[in-house]
C-alpha cells in the first residue's frame, strides 16, 4: 500500500495535470468557434467551383498541359497520396483516422501493382507512415509555423503537386484529410485532385473566351481550391477533437483525483487507529 507521502504527491501530481488539460480544453474551445466559421465559409465557393468545371463535363477540351488535369495522362499506374493531418497530437483519434485510411488505400494500390508516392501535409501523419511506408515518402510540408491557415499555403502545396505533375512523377493524385461535421464527430475522407473527376455534361454552354483559355486559370485554382477547403476542415476537426479529448481527460483526472483522495483518507484514518491503539495499549500496561 502506498504511503501516505506518495499518495499527497499523486493527489498534486494529477491536480497538475488536470489544470493543464483543463487550460488545452478551453483553448481549443475558443480556437473552433473561428476554424468552424472558416471552414463552412469556404464549403460554398468550394462547391460552385465544382459546379463551373462540371459544365465542361463531356466536352472536347484541346489537349495541353493543363488540360490533363481534367482528362488525366490516360494511364494510372502511378499514384501520389497527399496526407493532410495536424501537426500536433492530443487529440484523440483524429490523425490516426485520417492515417488509417491512407494506409489502407496504399496498400491496396501496392497490390494491385501500382507505383505509391507520398507527400505529407502536418507532423503527424508523416511520423505515424514514416513508419510503414518511409521509402515511399517524396516530400513534407510543415505548417507549424503557420499561425493562421491562409489560401497561401493552399496554393504552394498546389504548386508543388503541379511541378511534379507536369514534371510526370504521377498520373492520379488522391488527397486524405478530415471533414468536419460537428464537434463530435469528423469523418476521415478522400477526394481526387487529378485528374478532376466530373460527371457527364450535355449542357449547351458557349464559353468566351474557350474552354482552353478558361481552364488553364480554373482548374490550377480549383486543386488549390480544393486543397484549401481540406487544411480548414482538418483544422476545425482538429480543434473538435483536441477539446472533446482533454474535456475527457479532464474528467478522468478528477475521478482519479477522488480515488486517491479516498485511499488517502482510509490510509491516514487507519494510521491513526493504529497510534491510539498503541497508546491505549500502552496505558493499559502500565
Known amino acids: 500500500m502506498p504511503s501516505l507521502k506518495e499518495l499527497r504527491g499523486r493527489i498534486s501530481s494529477v491536480k497538475a495535470t488536470r489544470k493543464i488539460t483543463k487550460a488545452m480544453q478551453m483553448v481549443a474551445a475558443a480556437k473552433l468557434r473561428r476554424a468552424q466559421d472558416q471552414a463552412e465559409t469556404a464549403r460554398p465557393y468550394a462547391d460552385q467551383l ?21 482528362t488525366g495522362t490516360g494511364s494510372d499506374a502511378a499514384h501520389l497520396i497527399v496526407v493532410a493531418t495536424g501537426e500536433r497530437g492530443l487529440a484523440g483519434a483524429f490523425n490516426s483516422n485520417i492515417v488509417r485510411l491512407a494506409r489502407e488505400h496504399i496498400r491496396r494500390l501496392q497490390a494491385e501493382g501500382k507505383t505509391v508516392k507520398i507527400m505529407t501535409v502536418g507532423r503527424k501523419g508523416a511520423d505515424q507512415l514514416r513508419r510503414d511506408f518511409e521509402r515511399l515518402m517524396i516530400e513534407h510540408v510543415d505548417l507549424r509555423g503557420v499561425r493562421q491557415l491562409g489560401y497561401v499555403n493552399a496554393l504552394d502545396i498546389s504548386q508543388r503537386i503541379l ?51 478558361i481552364l488553364l486559370d480554373l482548374l490550377p485554382r480549383n486543386l488549390a481550391t480544393k486543397i484549401y477547403s481540406a487544411l480548414l476542415e482538418n483544422n476545425a476537426g482538429f480543434y473538435a477533437s483536441q477539446m472533446t479529448a482533454m474535456d475527457s481527460a479532464t474528467r478522468n483526472a478528477g475521478d482519479m483525483v477522488d480515488r486517491y483522495t479516498l485511499e488517502y483518507n482510509r490510509a491516514r484514518q487507519a494510521m491513526i487507529t493504529k497510534e491510539l491503539i498503541e497508546i491505549i495499549s500502552g496505558a493499559e500496561a502500565i
Open 50 to 70: 465544382e459546379k463551373i468545371l462540371e459544365r465542361f463535363g463531356g466536352r472536347m477540351v484541346p489537349p495541353s498541359a493543363i488540360a490533363k488535369l481534367m
Open 163 to 213: 511541378k511534379r505533375f507536369e514534371d510526370g512523377e504521377f498520373d492520379v493524385a488522391t488527397l486524405f484529410f478530415s471533414k468536419f461535421e460537428n464537434i463530435i464527430t469528423q469523418k476521415p475522407k478522400s477526394t481526387q485532385l487529378i485528374p478532376v473527376e466530373l460527371p457527364p455534361s450535355d449542357s449547351m454552354y458557349e464559353f468566351e473566351p474557350d474552354e482552353a483559355e
